[in-house]
T-cell receptor, first 116, second 111 residues
Framework: DAGITQSPRHKVTETGTPVTLRCHQT?????MYWYRQDPGHGLRLIHY???????DKGEVSDGYSVSRSKTEDFLLTLESATSSQTSVYFC???????????????FGPGTRLTVL | GDSVTQMEGPVTLSEEAFLTINCTYT??????LFWYVQYPGEGLQLLLK?????DKGSNKGFEATYRKETTSFHLEKGSVQVSDSAVYFC??????????FGTGTSLTVIP
């Protein structure tokens, strides 16, 4: 299994509070992604990173920010959580085909976030 | 833009039945195509993949063929088992290393 961990695995918070989710990888992969998974929507990309300090927005980036100060860590922050951000959040990593000969994404175990 | 459309679920089958889950895609260039599986309470796991036209990906009795002429990558299995019950996601990766996922198809196999 790819070395990807997410913390916390479960969190309950209140509307208006800041929340930070952490993704940590031991694979030294260049690309990291944050998705949210909701019924009827599948996986939707929030933000992604293509290197240290290099990030870009995905499909549903409003209300979220990210940071990547080290190759192994990718943080997702909800500055002021809202009930619509209740979801399961998945981190994923991938590497370029040229480097590894393989191009699939590997997923972390997920974080279940509930905003009351 | 790039996108993936897959068969709506849920799908319920009896054990040993034949499974097909349809997936079509829209993309410029030559994307790589994937099927991922998600078991309850877990993250997604790669099931199989194909990186160029006419490639067939296969794993654990599942197969899918990259059909560029019909922009499809349908998942098939000849005889499903109860342990195959899960949610299946079709996905593509474009030339910019961006991934797009379908909405998922829930499969339940009953004994």
């Amino acid at each position: 299994d790819a070395g990807i961990t997410q913390s916390p695995r479960h969190k309950v918070t209140e509307t208006g509070t800041p929340v930070t989710l952490r993704c940590h990888q031991t694979e030294n992969h260049r690309y990291m992604y944050w998705y949210r998974q909701d019924p009827g929507h599948g996986l939707r990309l929030i933000h992604y990173s293509y290197g240290v300090k290099d990030t870009d927005k995905g499909e549903v980036s409003d209300g979220y920010s990210v940071s990547r100060s080290k190759t192994e860590d990718f943080l997702l922050t909800l500055e002021s959580a809202t009930s619509s951000q209740t979801s399961v959040y998945f981190c994923a990593i991938s590497e370029s085909t040229l480097r590894t000969g393989s191009n699939e994404q590997f997923f972390g175990p997920g974080t279940r976030l509930t905003v009351l | 833009g790039d996108s993936v459309t897959q068969m709506e679920g849920p799908v319920t089958l009896s054990e040993e039945a034949f499974l097909t889950i349809n997936c079509t895609y829209t993309a410029t260039g030559y994307p790589s195509l994937f099927w991922y599986v998600q078991y309850p309470g877990e993250g997604l796991q790669l099931l199989l993949k194909a990186t160029k036209a006419d490639d067939k990906g296969s794993n654990k009795g599942f197969e899918a063929t990259y059909r560029k002429e019909t922009t499809s990558f349908h998942l098939e299995k000849g005889s499903v088992q109860v342990s195959d019950s899960a949610v299946y996601f079709c996905a593509l990766m474009n030339t910019g290393n961006q991934f797009y996922f379908g909405t998922g198809t829930s499969l339940t196999v009953i004994p």
